[in-house]
């Protein structure tokens, strides 16, 4: 069978959720994986899930990166495999190191959920202006009960 390089995307979690936040990556380039294996945490502005591989193979590159906020269909990461139902997946660029993931919504090195984002916007708040807030979501990141928290200590 023939090995070929394939380019696995940010999956589609329906019409009104368009960007993902990588919480964690669980594999690296060099990486023998099989179907249904964990490569990582994946989160939207409604809930967090693990994103597993399509197919047996080995991990060629790693473009996503934890913290960033990805597009769903954008290459997450590149695999060598020889599962011809994934052909159509087939990589014209196997030697991308790097993609243009814009990084996560950020106040200094705190990282936001989308939903705290969301939160914080209706609210009238620039997440990119609080510097001051409280983060203790999963892997120190702002999460929505953090920016409701932040709301009520800050009416006045």
């Given at each position: 069978?023939e090995?070929?390089?394939i ?6 979690m329906?019409a009104t959720?368009?960007?993902l936040?990588?919480i964690?990556?669980?594999?690296q380039?060099g990486?023998q994986?099989?179907k ?13 899930f693990?994103?597993?591989s399509?197919?047996d ?5 790693v473009?996503g ?5 990805m ?7 590149q695999?060598?495999t ?5 052909r159509?997946?087939?990589s ?6 790097e993609?243009?993931?814009t990084?996560?919504k950020s106040?200094?090195?705190?990282i936001w959920?989308?939903?705290?984002t969301k939160?914080a916007?209706?609210?009238?708040l620039d997440?990119?202006?609080i ?6 979501g999963p ?11 932040y ?5 006045g």
């Amino acid at each position: 069978m023939e090995k070929f390089i394939i380019d696995v995307p940010v999956p589609s979690m329906g019409a009104t959720v368009s960007e993902l936040n990588v919480i964690v990556i669980k594999v690296q380039a060099g990486d023998q994986v099989t179907k249904g294996q964990r490569l990582a945490d994946l989160e939207s502005d409604k809930s967090a899930f693990e994103f597993e591989s399509p197919c047996d193979g080995v991990v060629h590159a790693v473009l996503g990166k934890p913290g960033a906020t990805m597009t769903s269909g954008e290459v997450f990461l590149q695999m060598e495999t020889t599962d011809e139902s994934l052909r159509h997946l087939q990589s014209q660029t196997a030697t991308k190191s790097e993609t243009a993931s814009t990084p996560a919504k950020s106040a200094g090195a705190v990282i936001w959920t989308p939903r705290a984002t969301k939160l914080a916007q209706e609210a009238g708040l620039d997440p990119a202006k609080i510097t001051d807030i409280e983060a203790t979501g999963p892997g120190n990141r702002v999460s929505g009960d953090d920016v409701q928290r932040y709301i009520e200590s800050h009416k006045g």
